[in-house]
């Protein structure tokens, strides 16, 4: 099927929770809705559940209006951050619990039951209650349950960030692989940037109840629309600075300068914003072209393989993420460098206007 | 050998010692004392063994009022437990109404024993009481200090009045610690009210059902207060549960040592039963509650 959602509004007690969102999902497609906290996220996956009414715009399935349908006819399954089973059921009654109200006879059941289980890996824990296992073997239950029923449109809320690292990796792994060869839409929120690269799809970024953005995720990460979008989808933020374009040349607020050339090489005269993500700055000059920072050390987090470098200069605090461990001291004075060739620029309007050419060669997303 | 032992932990549970054998077990010895000795004054005393267990174990108006005592009991639980789940679900989630409804049912359980007594007492009565006025207004011939089956309700009530609101509010915490998301799961699988109720409600309440149980078990069968303001245990021994027996027994009749062998026998029908329900209820659960 095909889920359209045509210019969507929710209202809350005069609170606008979700403004004017258009988008239409395309079927068997995976789909990211990447945002930060109270950006909307669950708001939308409940007006496309059908759990709550919008408060004004519809939603139409495969060209149908079903704005005003029940949640129990529109065939949908949604996975939630928490895990949800039936306490007093085991494994084996959770999952078939959707296909017994739907009144399956009792061999398809099982058969579905058990084949769903296999395909979750937990086709050994059937007869345990949900208290009686891990986490993570709860979120497959909660899944299984979810996918079972063959539904139409699949909601998965934020469906990892309960569980322990290790777990989290391998089940984000599993998901796109179960979803593949179905043709169930499926919605996935998230609020990390790097869950959204690893789950690929499609993604919507969404900020302060708006879709400000919707495409292939690479291509969103690649080319983000707005600031706003720069910044969510970047982690760390993506780094800005205020810059002016006069004379052929761009002068950052800072006071450094960069050539107008490359990609930047159009830029009208006028004030814009430059971008450019923590993974492009560096301690050590990478090329000839770079240029030369120079600023105060303010925190430095070693991740284990990276260290992100929090420095301040002119009043903008920026983050370097470095590879390896480093151990700057805190206050010092440290140098580092831009390579233009990866600025973003936006417009004074918040609107992207020039991005850095796609680079494949390292086979990495970013 | 590199156990480390330290003698100073002594004087940190001392206290305890100290205070459990004042409050709990001296007192306790002083009637286990008095349950196996025949004492006239402090001089005069003899040891009768178990003579006294034997006399109050086959004194026949004791088995009445225990088997009064159990019938009353469970009433109070079949009553109480249901009625209080059943208001529970029908409180309001939020809004104004919620500290409302909390206010008007915490209040019966902050007014003390005897004034609940009292309340229905006069509440009851057919000549200047609401309750039995209206009752009797209605052709029911309604008369608590003469009918028998009249006070036994009256009492019954009378705790349901009082204690239901526990059963409420515990069961509301129960019910309010549930996320949203089950609720909502449960309606994308199409799941009956009934249904939510039975694997999501109920499942969740259990742990705080268990403590209403036992708390109300407890409290029910040792009431006193409620029937001996109204009737005394009256008319004839139509109230008289275990409590007021061995009121009756010490302070009436002062028959210490009956008296003193049957406390304990109270003291241990209660600790068994709440052992047994306890011990059933979390074998049960223990799959469920890890």
């Not at chain 1, 929770?17 to 950006?39: C, K, Q, Y």
């Not at chain 1, 009654?93 to 937990?122: C, F, W, Y």
């Not at chain 2, 004054?41 to 108006?61: A, I, K, M, N, Y």
């Not at chain 2, 089950?182 to 694997?199: C, E, N």
Request: glycine fraction near 8%; charged fraction near 15%; aromatic fraction near 10%.
């Amino acid at each position: 099927m095909t889920l359209t959602l045509e210019n969507i509004t929710k209202t809350v007690g005069g609170e606008s929770h979700i403004d004017d969102v258009s988008m239409t999902l395309e079927p068997g497609s995976f789909n990211v809705l990447l945002g930060r906290t109270l950006a909307g996220k669950t708001t939308l996956m409940r007006i496309m559940a059908g759990l709550e009414p919008p408060s004004s715009g519809r939603i139409l399935v495969d060209n149908v209006d079903v704005t005003g349908m029940a949640v129990q006819k529109r065939n949908v399954a949604m996975v939630y951050q928490q895990f949800i089973n039936y306490p007093s059921m085991n494994v084996y009654d959770n999952i078939a619990s959707p296909l017994k109200l739907q009144g399956v006879d009792k061999a398809d059941i099982d058969k579905r039951v058990r084949s769903t289980a296999e395909l979750m890996h937990i086709e050994h824990l059937l007869d345990r209650l949900p208290q009686e296992l891990s986490g993570g073997q709860q979120q497959r239950t909660a899944m299984a349950r979810a996918m079972v029923k063959d539904c139409k449109l699949l909601l998965l809320d934020e469906p990892l960030v309960n569980l322990d690292y290790k777990l989290r990796e391998e089940l984000r792994e599993e998901i796109p692989n179960l979803l593949a060869e179905r043709d169930t839409i499926v919605v996935y929120a998230t609020t990390e940037p790097m869950e959204a690269l690893l789950l690929g799809g499609k993604c919507a970024v969404m900020h302060q109840g708006r879709v400000t953005q919707f495409g292939p995720t690479t291509q969103v990460y690649h080319n983000p629309a707005y600031v706003e979008t720069g910044l969510i989808f970047s982690d760390p933020p993506i780094n800005l600075v205020d810059a002016e374009v006069r004379d052929g040349a761009i002068f950052m607020k800072s006071g450094h300068q960069v050539p107008l050339s490359g990609h930047l090489a159009d830029l009208s005269n006028g004030t814009y914003t430059l971008g450019i993500r923590a993974n492009h700055l560096s301690v050590d000059p990478t090329g000839a072209d770079t240029i030369a920072m120079q600023g105060q050390v303010e925190l430095a987090e070693i991740t284990g393989s990276e260290t992100f470098v929090h420095v301040h200069f002119n009043d903008v605090s920026w983050v370097i993420q470095e590879e390896g461990v480093h151990n700057p001291r805190l206050g010092e004075a440290t140098s580092f460098y831009v390579d233009p060739t990866r600025l973003f620029a936006f417009d004074a309007n918040g609107k992207l206007v020039a991005a850095p050419p796609v680079e494949i060669s390292n086979g990495k997303a970013a | 050998m590199n156990k480390i032992t330290n003698n100073k932990a002594w004087f940190l549970v001392l206290p305890v010692f100290f205070i459990v054998a004042i409050s709990a077990i001296i007192p306790l010895m002083t009637v286990v004392n008095y349950s196996v000795q025949d004492i006239f004054d402090p001089q005069t005393r003899f040891f009768v063994g178990t003579e006294w267990f034997e006399q109050v174990l086959g004194d026949s108006r004791l088995h009445d009022a225990l088997i009064r005592q159990i019938i009353y009991t469970l009433s109070v639980l079949f009553i109480e437990i249901p009625l209080g789940i059943a208001v529970a679900l029908t409180l309001p989630r939020k809004g104004w109404g919620v500290s409302a409804s909390m206010v008007l049912l915490a209040l019966p359980l902050l007014i003390p024993w005897n004034v609940v007594g009292t309340i229905w007492q006069i509440f009851g009565r057919a000549d200047i009481g609401l309750g039995g006025y209206v009752i009797n207004m209605m052709g029911i011939d309604y008369n608590y200090s003469q009918n028998p089956m009249d006070a036994w309700v009256t009492v019954l009530v009378m705790d349901v009045w009082h204690w239901t609101s526990l059963i409420v509010l515990l069961c509301y915490a129960g019910l309010r610690s549930i996320p949203d998301a089950y609720y909502q799961a449960a309606k994308i699988d199409g799941a009956s009210r009934w249904a939510v109720f039975r694997f999501i409600q109920l499942p969740k309440m259990q742990s705080v059902l268990v403590i209403g149980v036992l708390l109300r078990f407890m409290d029910s069968f040792m009431i006193y207060t409620e029937p001996f303001v109204l009737t005394g245990g009256g008319p004839g021994n139509a109230t008289t549960f275990l409590s007021q027996f061995l009121t009756r027994m010490a302070v009436g009749q002062f028959d210490l040592g009956p008296a003193a062998a049957f406390s304990l026998v109270y003291f241990l029908i209660i600790l068994l039963v709440c052992w047994v329900f306890y011990t059933v209820v979390m074998n049960a659960g223990k799959r469920e509650e890890q």
